[in-house]
């Protein structure tokens, strides 16, 4: 029988719900599981004003972009675009529905770095490193050789390649 793809339903509708649809064991959703996103949580909260300004993006969101960016060394752009790309990840920053439409411009990466400041991202690092050192069975690994050197998150790539001897 031949049906033609254009009668074919799309891999992704519009309420496509990430929760009932992904495999329980991909690395980004056992990451999610492992990190104290309750803590990152209160703790960015402190960072803004109540009642002052547009409301601030959601700190699982703009926590998880950075944590997806660190682990696989991306820019804040290609960090965006993976985003939007993979259920997984998008699963991972607490999106309940696949996103079809930009939800984060990727400036706002570098606008929350400059306002959570080195105390909050030595926080961040800290809770992932422990999240990977207690489960050692996730598996990250750096898209780009060559670029651990580069600034604060290259220093944690380290710090975590340091927890596992490599």
């Given at each position: 029988?031949?049906?033609?793809?254009?009668?074919?339903?799309?891999?992704?509708?519009?309420?496509?719900?990430?929760?009932?649809?992904?495999?329980?064991?991909?690395?980004?959703?056992?990451?999610?599981?492992?990190?104290?996103?309750?803590?990152?949580?209160?703790?960015?909260?402190?960072?803004?004003?109540?009642?002052?300004?547009?409301?601030?993006k959601?700190?699982?969101?703009?926590?998880?972009?950075l944590?997806v960016?660190?682990?696989?060394?991306?820019?804040?752009e290609?960090?965006?675009a993976?985003?939007?790309?993979?259920?997984?990840?998008?699963?991972?920053?607490?999106?309940?529905y696949?996103?079809?439409?930009?939800?984060?411009?990727?400036?706002?990466?570098?606008?929350?770095?400059?306002?959570?400041?080195?105390?909050?991202?030595?926080?961040?690092?800290?809770?992932?490193?422990?999240?990977?050192?207690?489960?050692?069975?996730?598996?990250?690994?750096?898209?780009?050789?060559?670029?651990?050197?580069?600034?604060?998150?290259?220093g944690?790539?380290?710090?975590?390649?340091?927890l596992?001897g490599?």
């Open positions: 029988m031949y049906r033609s793809e254009k009668f074919n339903p799309t891999l992704f509708g519009k309420l496509f719900h990430l929760g009932a649809k992904l495999a329980d064991g991909n690395r980004w959703l056992k990451l999610a599981e492992a990190l104290p996103w309750e803590k990152l949580d209160a703790e960015y909260g402190k960072y803004f004003v109540a009642g002052y300004g547009r409301p601030a959601d700190s699982r969101l703009v926590c998880g972009l944590v960016k660190q682990l696989k060394n991306l820019s804040d290609d960090a965006v993976e985003f939007m790309e993979s259920p997984y990840i998008q699963a991972f920053c607490g999106q309940e696949f996103a079809l439409e930009d939800l984060i411009n990727p400036g706002i990466l570098s606008e929350r770095r400059k306002r959570l400041g080195p105390e909050f991202l030595a926080l961040l690092a800290d809770e992932l490193a422990a999240a990977l050192k207690a489960n050692r069975e996730l598996k990250f690994r750096s898209a780009r050789v060559g670029a651990a050197g580069e600034g604060f998150w290259g944690l790539l380290e710090k975590v390649k340091g596992f490599g």
